[in-house]
């Protein structure tokens, strides 16, 4: 079951570096990484070789933080800050995924897309669209990548056409979804989404712990993204310390399981400290951070809290599915940070980068983001021999090149858990 050599230009992080090895050789068995070797070790000789040589082999990319339903308007008013886009794009979009019909297209490109990018896991948000949601996740667990997908929670601060009726509704859907999935998919599994806080009533987020407790549930939702953003929380909130208070005070910080935070820009250093307690996950995602005019993260000052931290396209607030991009985006954000906020916190380095988009962001998912033994077998293959240049480059340079032009368009085969899900 799942079990092969690959053999090409192998790079992977461990130990805190990125390693290379060229004309190597990666073992899989039954899914999961036994190492990269040199030579064949004798006692995997008999394992079939899939024969990617010359080309660059590194582990799958992990996007925390994604919008299904954006990717239809992905790269369109970019020039607008956060809540406003919201109402002029965001929201009006996610209100046709009423129309199941719509959803299947719409979602169709959305897969499609997805299953060709550098992504083998993935947390995405979908609509407060229960039917919507569970022919989303349908679409993405055919692919065999490995996805959690959240049907969104939201009983105020939106348009009446997508707004839920109320916090008892709202609930109920989600009971009705998880019930209705139950069992039913392999490689993808739900995760709870309430929106943001300005979208749910306390009511709601009452509801909703009991939803968590009673199905034992990650989260995923977003948390200090823009000044405007936080100063309503403030007003909506006023019992809260601070915005990741809010969420706390319902268990949904890290307190009964997994929970990720997309952005995390402006966190005040007891919401920092908050999120390090709780082991919170930090989904940075400077695309859109930059596109909607929110503001820069302090990736490292998280990283030397300790605070675990990957990477997010946030399409369509990102206009991008590539992590490619994202990595690159987040080092050039980080020189930014550097120069203009707060000299003491140095740029990302392009190992500490990757990390994020691996092995950081690949923990939220269990042992995922390398090719070290013990790791599940998540591998994408890239032909980058059209980037080279005249002078011969070492595979760090390659990886490094390759990731900055964005070589999503020369990946010939991407695996997940072991599983050959794409290929040309």
């Known amino acids: 079951m799942n079990s092969f050599i690959l053999h090409g230009d192998i790079c992977w992080p461990a130990d805190g570096r ?15 990484s036994r190492g990269v070797f040199p030579v064949i070790p004798e006692q995997y000789a008999g394992l079939p070789t899939e024969e990617a040589a010359g080309q660059l082999i590194i582990p799958g ?52 897309d997805l299953q060709a990018s550098a992504t083998t896991r993935a947390c995405i948000f979908a609509t407060v669209h229960r039917d919507a949601t569970e022919l989303l996740m349908r679409m993405l667990d055919a692919t065999g990548l490995s996805t959690f997908v959240g ?26 979804w998880l019930n209705d999935i139950n069992g039913k998919l392999q490689y993808t599994r739900p995760i709870l989404t ?104 302090p990736v490292r000052r998280y990283l030397n809290r300790g605070i675990r931290v990957g990477l997010g396209t946030d399409v369509a607030g990102g206009e991008s599915l590539s992590v490619f991009r994202a990595i690159a985006n987040a080092i050039q954000v980080s020189k930014l940070y550097w120069r203009l906020a707060d000299q003491n916190c140095a740029p990302l380095t392009f190992d500490e980068a990757f990390e994020m988009a691996t092995v950081r962001g690949g923990e939220f998912f269990g042992k995922v983001g390398s090719l070290e033994e013990g790791y599940e077998f998540d591998a994408v293959v890239i032909r980058d021999e059209s980037l080279n240049s005249a002078t011969r480059r070492t595979l760090h340079e390659r990886l490094e090149r390759a990731v900055y032009r964005d070589a999503t368009g020369l990946i010939t085969a991407k695996y997940c858990q072991g599983r050959k899900v794409w290929s040309v």
Not at 90 to 103: H, K, N, S, T, V
Not at 157 to 171: F, Q, T, V
Not at 239 to 255: C, H, R, T, V
Not at 285 to 291: F, G, I, V
Request: proline share 5%; aromatic share 12%; charged share 25%.
């Open 151 to 176: 049907k969104i929670n939201m009983d105020r601060d939106a348009p009446e056409d997508l707004r839920e009726a109320n916090a008892y509704i709202s609930a109920f859907d989600t009971f009705g």
């Open 194 to 297: 309430p929106r943001f806080l300005p979208s749910c009533s306390d009511t709601l987020l009452n509801e909703l712990r009991e939803v968590l407790h009673a199905y034992d549930l990650p989260v995923q939702s977003h948390l200090s993204e823009n000044p405007g953003e936080v100063e309503l929380v403030k007003r909506l909130f006023p019992q809260a310390a601070f915005y990741g208070d809010g969420y706390d005070a319902y268990d949904m910080f890290g307190s009964a399981g997994k929970t990720i935070m997309a952005h995390c820009i402006y966190s005040v250093p007891e919401e920092v400290e908050c999120l390090r307690k709780n082991g919170v996950f930090v989904a940075h995602c400077p695309a859109s951070n930059m596109n909607l005019c929110s503001g820069i993260a």
């Open 18 to 32: 990125l390693k290379a090895m060229e004309n190597a050789y990666a073992i899989c068995v039954d899914g999961i």
């Open 61 to 112: 990319m992990v996007d925390l933080h994604v919008h299904a339903p954006q990717y239809s308007f992905n790269g369109l008013g970019m020039d607008l800050e956060l809540l406003d886009w919201l109402k002029a794009y965001a929201f009006p979009e996610e209100a046709r995924y009423r129309d199941i019909g719509y959803a299947e297209k719409a979602y169709g490109l959305f897969v499609r």
